[in-house]
Structure formats: C-alpha cells, structure tokens
C-alpha cells in the first residue's frame, strides 16, 4: 500500500487551507482545498481496495484468470463504501467466511466502515452540488457542511492502519 502521496497531498492542502483561513476574500480557495481533499482520498481510497485485490488475483492465479477476475470483480465497482464496495471485492477474492473471520479479528473496521461510508456520501454530495453561486460575503459559512483538509486528513489516518491490517491478513493466506 503506498500511502506517501496521499499524505502528502492531504498536508499539503492543510497547510494551504490554513494559511488562507479567516482571509475575506478566500472562501473560493478554501472551498476549493476542502473539496480536493475529500476528493483526493476518496480516490485514494478506492484505488487502494482495487488494487489490494488486484495484486492478490495476480499473484495467486495465472495471469488470463486474474484478468478475467479483474474484469469480472474489480471493473464493476465504483465506490468506497465498506459495505457497498470493498466488502464485496474482498468475499470475491477470499470468501464470505474468510472475510467474517477477517471482520472478527479487525475490530477497528467498523470505524473504518462508518469512516468510509459518510465519505461515500460527502464524496456524492461534493460532486453533485456547486458551492459559488452565493451572493454573500463568505460563501464557505453558508454551506450545510464541508469539512477542513485536517478532518480528512484525520480520516486517513485512522483508516490507514485498519487497511494495513486488512493488507496483512490477506497476505498472510494460502491460496494453493
């Protein structure tokens, strides 16, 4: 799992938020570093669950199987949600018994699951709705909810390690 340019990334754009923070005349970029965050990971994320799969069909099958189970598991998925998303990749790839097993013995993937479906649905609800066509002086105050790069960035973290974990028990399996 590299994880290097996410975090670099997600910093990055806390620092810029917060160098423009209280500025009046930056709600445009600091909307735009909140949106990018939450994007960014998002994408982090579900570039990470695909290939985690990916990489095990591939080292596990040959090679016209693992791009058969590429096509048939991981093309089809577009999202980042635990239960929607990830979940299913992970019984397509070891079973339903392995992955309740897995489930057991990562307590810390439900906060994982809660983490990665409010994403799921701040993801849909960025993507779908234009935060300017605001009349007022800070447009950034008139959203429902957006959340700081820091708070992203916090949600990496806490789901890095569960990942990693996720990443271990996988690699530990025998296929043969």
């Known amino acids: 799992m ?15 938020y917060t160098e423009h923070v209280g500025q009046d005349d930056k709600d445009f970029e600091l909307s735009m570093y909140c949106k990018l965050a939450a994007l960014e990971l998002c994408g982090w994320f579900e570039e990470t ?25 991981i093309s089809p998925i577009y999202g980042l949600s635990y239960d929607r998303h990830f979940r299913p990749l992970l019984v397509n790839l070891i079973g ?34 234009q935060y300017f066509e605001y009349k007022e002086k800070h447009p950034v105050n ?7 790069p820091s ?7 806490k789901c890095k390690p569960v990942i990693k974990r996720i990443e271990d028990y996988i690699h530990s399996m025998e296929f043969s």
Do not use: W
Not at 2 to 16: R, V
Not at 123 to 128: D, G, I, K, Q, V
Not at 151 to 157: C, K, P, Q, S
């Open 2 to 16: 590299d994880d290097s340019k996410i975090e670099y990334s997600l910093k990055k754009l806390d620092e810029l």
């Open 49 to 73: 669950h695909d290939e985690l799969v990916r990489k095990c069909f591939f080292k596990n099958l040959p090679e016209e199987n693992a791009k058969n189970c590429e096509k048939l598991y």
């Open 96 to 129: 339903a018994i392995k992955v309740y097993k897995l489930e057991e013995e990562i307590p810390e993937l439900e906060g994982m699951r809660t983490i990665l479906k409010e994403l799921q649905e701040y993801r849909n609800c960025l993507a779908h709705n």
């Open 142 to 148: 008139k959203q429902k909810k957006i959340d700081a």
């Open 151 to 157: 708070v992203i960035l916090g949600h990496f973290r």
